[in-house]
């Protein structure tokens, strides 16, 4: 059964086109480790709401934008074996030479892991 790892960023607007170079660099390794598919999305239409919201929920303040990530696996055996090496891999350092720095404070991204249970197709 289809898996997906869930992110919810709030990036420096002004860090955008780092944020993109970031993503380029990294997102294919999840690919490479078993990953189906990858999409990042950037805030667009992102609305305050009364009681709680995604630019609160990642503490975003006026100067960020929420970012809106998804990593699709073909099962949760794949993700967590992806995963392990994942942590392992000095391609997802950031502190490593060459690796592209985190453009966002990590300690405010928000994710998790999903079963998924409904799928609607065209």
Do not use: C
């Not at 189906?36 to 975003?60: H, L, N």
């Amino acid at each position: 059964m289809p898996y997906i790892d869930g992110f919810v960023i709030a990036v420096p607007s002004a860090n955008k086109d780092k944020f993109l170079a970031h993503a380029r660099q990294l997102d294919p390794i999840f690919l490479e480790l078993g990953a189906t598919r990858v999409i990042e999305g950037w805030g667009d239409d992102v609305p305050e709401g009364k009681v709680t919201d995604f630019r609160r929920a990642v503490q975003a303040t006026v100067e960020e934008t929420v970012a809106f990530s998804w990593v699709e696996w073909p099962d949760k055996a794949t993700r967590d074996a992806a995963m392990k090496k994942m942590m392992e891999d000095p391609r997802m350092d950031p502190s490593t030479p060459g690796n592209p720095p985190m453009p966002f404070d990590g300690k405010r991204m928000i994710f998790g892991g999903f079963e998924q249970v409904v799928e609607v197709k065209k």
